[in-house]
Every structure is written in C-alpha cells, then in structure tokens.
C-alpha cells in the first residue's frame, strides 16, 4: 500500500497545478498586439444554440476602442478552422476576418449581440480584432489595452437568454444531481450493513476497504461537479476549485481500482503459477503482482495527469483528442484484454462450479470497468459533435457504478465468495494473514 500511497500524493501534488478552466462570464483585456501577432486575438469559444442565444461584452475605455476601431468577430468553428488550414496566397488577413458571419463594433460600454437562426448546436469561435491587426506596418508600442466583461448566454426552456451552460454541458448539471442524489438513497440503505462487514474483518476486509475508498472518491467527484455546475449556472463561472477538485478524486479512483483489480488478477495468476497449496496469498507476500500493478498504475496516473494538461475543461472522460487519450484508451484495452486472457485460463482448468461462477463474474466487473471508457469514446462518433462529451461522462460514469455494483454483491456474497475464500488456498492475494488459516479444499 505504501506504493500506492505516494501515487496519490504525486496526485495531489500535481492537482495543485492543474489549471482552471475558464468560465463563460470571462473577464479580461483586449491587446492589439496580440491580435496582429494572431491575425485576431482569441478571446472564446462557446457551443451556440436556439434562436435567442446572446453575447454580452462590457468596456470600461470607450475612447480607446473607439480610437483602435475595435470589433469582435464571430466565426462558425468548421469555417474558422478552414481558413487556419489555408495559406497566405489563399487569403489575406483582411479577407479571412471579412468571411466572418457575425461582428461587433465596440463603441459603447455595454454592446449585445443576438446570435439568432442556428439550425443545430454549433461552435463559435470570439476574436478581437483592430485597424492594427492586419496592419503590416504595425510596430508593437505601447497600446492601452481595453478592460472587458463577457457573458455568453444560450436561451432556456422559456426562450429567454439565461442559460449559462452551452450546447455541450447542457444537462450535465441535473445529472450530477440525480447522481448524488442515488448515492445519497444508496447510503442510508446500506451505509450501516457494509460499515459492520468491514469492521468485522474476514477475508475480504483490505478488498472491502480499498474498494470503498474507490467508491468514497468518486461519490466526491459527483458532489464536486455538481456544487460546481450549481454555481456555474448561476454566474457562468462556477467554482474552479471544485471542478479541479472532481478531476483529483475521479483521477484518485481510477488509481485505487486499478490497484485492486490487478493486484487480485495478478495475485491469482501468479498464485497458479507458483502452485501455493499451504496458504492464501496475502497483499504483502505476493511482491510480484504488487509490483506489476504499482507499474501499470503509475503508467496510467502519468496519462491521466497527462490528459488533464493537455485539455483544461472540467471534465474527467475527454473525447481522446490528444496522443495522452488515445494512449489512455490503448493502455485499457490492453488491460482488459490481458485480465480477460488471465481469468479465462484460470476459469478453464477450475474444477468447483463455485469458484468458476465468482471468477466468471468478477472478469464481467473487470472488463466493464476498463472497457467502458474506450467502448463509448469509439461510439461517440456517431453523435453530434455536442453530444459526445456528455455522452463518454454520463455512460462512463455509470458503467464504472454498475461494476461497482457488481463487484460489491460479489465481494460481500456469503454464498459464493466467502465459500471460495475459504475453500481456496490460491484465490486471496487482498486478505489479512493474521487470524486466517488455511482450510482443507473440498
């Protein structure tokens, strides 16, 4: 466990500079230098949608903006990224901004702007943008840069512009709170009973513990993503330090269960390779599959945290953009694979009904936990572009409960595992030495 401990500190400690995502009530400074470095300077982009979604911008330097002929331009994101991909000789600067659908002029303190007949959600990307922007001559003195506010709002149920949430994120919210909800039922149904089971101790007591601190970690991380869309939905800003806050305990799971999962896999492989027939494998005995699982864990952390730099939206299931995703999803698949190889094998030579009925349910936990990220990021292609991060966080999230689940009525069964642990001399890596002994097989 020691190993697994520093895993979770190095978390923590890199969670601590994990950036924040920025809110969609932004605030900050229009530069023009930085709009004729970029050919317009990139202030937002937002998941648009209805009739009546709204772009709010306040100034505090009329005279400024007005002097710079300040503007803000509105690209649809297929046609932005379009004319990124096309050359000087294609466009020029001032032809790429003239392409842009929407503009902006800012000659007041408080300018609206409607996005109106949107025929499907859609990304738009907000720039800045100058007299000085596509101005070859330009020389980067220096310019006041002008103070603004944003507010990107879509319309809601009523048709009026206060939803802070964008196509994308829409519903997350409601499903955060359903979430924590269910795990609220859930404990006061079976808080007590499975507080006794591991105080009482037995065979699956160190199991029974790092399985429920899995569980308490991801039931922070719904507590976590709601409190913050809660704000967010309010402000359009949230509270950052939840968002990262559900990101370190969802990361904090994924480590505990990989730990668990590999360490049992690991330890009954190695179990039937060293054919021990005196006693059960204990945690501590089996040097091998720990240090096997420390690696394969230390691997995926690395990824996670990996993932969590490159894409700085709260969101704990990414759509695999990045080389860290697709090697996350590799890196599963290899996992459930293997485990499913490593169980079958051992399924195929069990002789006790009983214990071939726990193996087989255990691999169906296993796979589903690891199978379920890269399953529905394959089959989030063929939603909108909108609905796919929604679709990869709500499905991952519950598939990874219903393992849970399953995994739980296994581990907790006095008919199948309990029978199994004590039958067994092989199947127990997870168990405490002290007050076990070997039983006789039947």
Partial sequence: MRGLRLLLAMAICCFWRLPSSRGKTLKGSFSSASAWELQGQSISHFQFHGDHALLCVRINNIAAAVGKEAKLYLFQAQEWLSLQESTQEDYSCTEKLSKAPLTMTLNHTEHNLTVSQIPYPQMWYVFYVDKFTCDDDFENSELEDIS???????????GNPLDHFSAGESGLHEFFFLLVLVYFVAACI???SLWQAIKKGGPMHMVLKVLTTALLLQVGSALANYLHFSSYSKDGIGVPFM???AEFCDIASQIQMLYLLLSLCMGWTIG?????QSRPLQWDSTPTSTGIAVVIVIIQSILLLWEQFEDTNHHSYHTQHNLAGILLI???VCLALSIGCGLYQIITVERSTLKREFYITFAKGCILWFLCHPGLATISVIFSDYQRQKAITIGVIICQSVSMVILYRLFLSHSLYWEVSSLSSVTLPLTISSGHKSRPHF
Wanted: glycine share 4%.
């Fill in 148 to 158: 603004f506010e944003m507010i990107l709002l879509n319309p809601d149920a009523a």
């Fill in 190 to 192: 079976y808080a007590q």
């Fill in 243 to 245: 968002g990262s806050l």
């Fill in 272 to 276: 039937r390779m060293k054919k021990y």
């Fill in 330 to 332: 590799i890196l599963r």
